[in-house]
């Protein structure tokens, strides 16, 4: 049976709950503000979420974990360094100092932003921060598990979307800016390694009269080009966090929302345990999902266990299910996209499935512990105006939005609690059908 038919009044109650979620968000954003990783900001709205949870869970809980607030986009500002001090180094008969230099950044880059690993966390001072988890119990025995997931910090605001859409309705500075630094790094380090090889550089330092001609020339265009590094110094804004009330308190209470729902109409699942999960510290790399990953995923096998990530309920007319995820590096579980996709076709939604081409979800940091997950989202992929800007505010939340993606989650619960995954096993599931 669908939702639907589940509960008496069932529209209306569509419409009280996306309130009550509306109501969350900006009760949140009022007497919390912008929430940084690891900020009292951020365990405050947690606290204020955990007393919305007790009322309709049978149990709520915080799981404190540790995480480096200042990791994941530590090697933005150092690249600019970087890139003068090895065109320096370089131009001063160092080859090998300067490839060693850029290597290190690069990959600093690449394992940070791109693969989400801690790769810098270690060296990096570190902060308390806890995921809050509601535990709701279904009426029989616990055959399956439902996750519902959202985070509860927001990020410092990227100067470049921002401005973009300041200037030119478009978010047309934040490729470019990234794009220039990231080919300037790469040239220089080509032309270095290039140096390094043409003498004495492989196994030592080569002085200048080991480059050639051509070598001593790509020297100073080099160190030209380094010029085009400067704007990323700007990249990120620490001192204005964003107030991120679509990306993502709209997540948690969205989520919240269910169980809500449930609690206060004294309804039960049958055999479906529903847990929701407010994470900490997505914004610096899911590292709440991570923590969250590493103490539940084995605890969590004793039954069939579904993930299901909730990220920026915004725009309507994107909603959809990421199949996709990490730069579109990872492939969310097939079986889970589909029961989504089913769920929102029993709500009335012919939604799309989607891949995450730039950033991740805390769906990545399930399925790599292990869950079955995937991510619903709705969000202009451009990516909007609001993404990391000071304009994510409670102005721009979308109640309609809210209600079709409360509507996918209740029919997507009804449909696990009666058959599970086993009717979506081996689903073909692409992004963009």
Not at 63 to 85: C, S
Not at 219 to 241: H, N, S, T
Not at 248 to 255: D, E, I, K, R, V
Not at 290 to 315: C, Q, R, S, V
């Amino acid at each position: 049976m669908t939702a639907r038919e589940k509960i008496a009044g069932y529209e209306s109650r569509l419409r009280e709950y996306t309130n009550f979620a509306v109501r969350g968000v900006k009760k949140v954003c009022k007497e919390c503000g912008p929430r940084p990783s690891c900020s009292p900001q951020e365990k405050k709205a947690q606290d204020m979420m955990r007393k919305d949870l007790e009322t309709c869970c049978d149990s709520v809980r915080a799981e404190p974990f540790k995480a480096a607030p200042g990791a994941f986009l530590f090697w933005v500002r150092p690249a600019v360094v970087i890139g003068f001090v090895s065109a320096l180094a370089y131009n001063l008969g160092y080859a090998l100092v300067g490839v060693a230099l850029i290597a290190l950044e690069m990959l600093a880059m690449v394992l940070e932003f791109i693969l989400y690993k801690r790769a810098i966390d270690v060296f990096l001072p570190k902060s308390q921060a806890q995921n809050l988890v509601g535990v709701r119990k279904p009426a029989g025995e616990v055959k399956r598990r439902l996750i519902l997931s959202g985070h509860t910090d927001s990020a410092n605001e990227w100067k470049y979307t921002y401005l973009g859409y300041k200037h030119f309705k478009k978010p047309v500075l934040l490729v470019p800016v990234v794009a220039l630094a990231l080919v300037t790094l790469l040239f220089c380090l080509g032309v270095y390694i290039a140096a390094a090889a043409a003498g004495k550089g492989w196994v030592g330092f080569a002085g200048l009269e080991s480059y050639g001609p051509a070598l001593r020339i790509l020297g100073y265009v080099c160190a030209g080009l380094c010029l085009l590094i400067i704007p990323a110094w700007f990249f990120e804004d620490k001192k204005r966090p964003v107030m991120g009330a679509s990306d993502n308190l709209s997540g948690c209470f969205t989520a919240m929302a269910v169980a809500k729902l449930l609690g206060d109409l004294n309804l039960r699942l049958e055999n479906t345990e529903l847990v929701v999960l407010c994470a900490g510290c997505e914004e610096i790399g899911l590292r709440g999902a991570k923590a969250f990953g590493k103490a539940h995923a084995k605890e969590y096998e004793d039954a069939e266990t579904a993930f299901i990530a909730l990220d920026t309920m915004t725009d309507f007319e994107f909603i959809k299910v990421m199949c996709r995820d990490l730069n579109g590096t990872v492939k969310h579980d097939s079986a889970v996209c589909a029961m989504v996709k089913a769920g929102a076709k029993n709500a009335g939604h012919d939604i799309p499935y989607g891949s995450v081409f730039f950033g991740s979800s805390d769906a990545t940091a399930a399925t790599q512990a292990g869950f079955r997950a995937c991510l619903l989202s709705a969000m202009d992929e451009a990516p909007a105006d609001y993404y990391h800007t000071r304009l994510d505010t409670v102005d721009r939340l979308r109640p309609k939005t809210v209600e079709a993606c409360l509507d996918i989650l209740m029919e997507t619960v009804y449909l696990f609690d009666e058959t599970g995954l086993a009717p979506f096993e081996g689903a073909k599931v692409k992004a963009g059908e």
